[in-house]
């Protein structure tokens, strides 16, 4: 029975590191751009839900402030961070280093805010029934799993069927292409930012619901992210999805053998094998040196 627990318990986790994680390989892999503030971008959902939930206004009125701060956060770092360094021909190196004091910065103000101890919010949902003998599941862990097969649904067909998700995937390859189909590669960006945002909201939400929330999850959020795009394959939405469930499940199978303070090593030491063995990643194209 326990081996059934924590395979629903990495089920769950999986398909939270799955939202996050895509959400960062399709900015990087659109953008090329090293968003180490995908992190913070979870955090503020996070703590904006938190804290609109905690005033009493209601989830649904909670869940469009996680959404419109994660997108606002998203886009206008883009525009307003991003984008010059990259008009003064900025390295990849500025830019990460600029994404990577964002977040600290946003870390600190959340902490300043809100404190910096783990909160939880409290809800209905949160509560484990049982399945079957010896087997408790929460709602929530059924909610995370159709909230991420719905929304990587709406993102492969954003992605393969409209005239902006196809310009989006041409974004990192051809920029002039982008142009020359009259479209601004600037707003494409952009839209790579919003949409990469909006995928964290649904994992910030249920995460904030579930094991809760301190300032410094994004650093945790981010190790995640990076792992999940490389063992996946970078610039594969699909692979990355998949990667995220896997890094949830063998996280979460791992207590079978080893102690709670380990479970993390796991994910690196998948990390590390796939670099040594399929560089590529599990969907990922080979590149020819």
Known sequence: MLAIQLAITGLQTGALYALTAVGFS???????????????????????????????????????????????????????VYAPIQRHEGSFFTVFVASFGVGIVVQNLIGMV???????????????VEMIPGVYVSPLAWIAILCTAIFLGALQFFLRRTHTGMALRALADNPELV?????????????????????????????????????????????????ATIVGGIGSVSGTMLAGLLLGLAESLALLVVDSQWTEAVTFAILFAFIIIRPAGLLGRATAH
Do not use: E
């Open 26 to 80: 399709l900015i990087f892999g659109s953008t090329r751009i090293f968003h180490f503030a995908h992190g913070a971008t979870f955090v503020i959902a996070a703590y904006f839900f938190y804290g609109v939930f905690g005033a009493g206004l209601g989830l649904l009125p909670s869940i469009a402030a996680a959404g419109l701060g994660a997108v606002a956060f998203g886009v206008l770092l883009d525009r307003l």
């Open 114 to 128: 809100f404190g910096r101890g783990f909160v939880t919010v409290n809800t209905p949902l949160s509560r484990s």
């Open 179 to 227: 142009r020359t189909f009259g479209l601004n590669p600037r707003m494409i960006a952009a839209t790579a930012f919003a949409v990469g945002s909006v995928l964290v909201v649904p994992a910030a939400i249920i995460t904030s619901a579930t094991t809760g929330l301190n300032p410094a999850i994004g650093h945790h959020v981010m190790l995640i992210s990076l792992a």
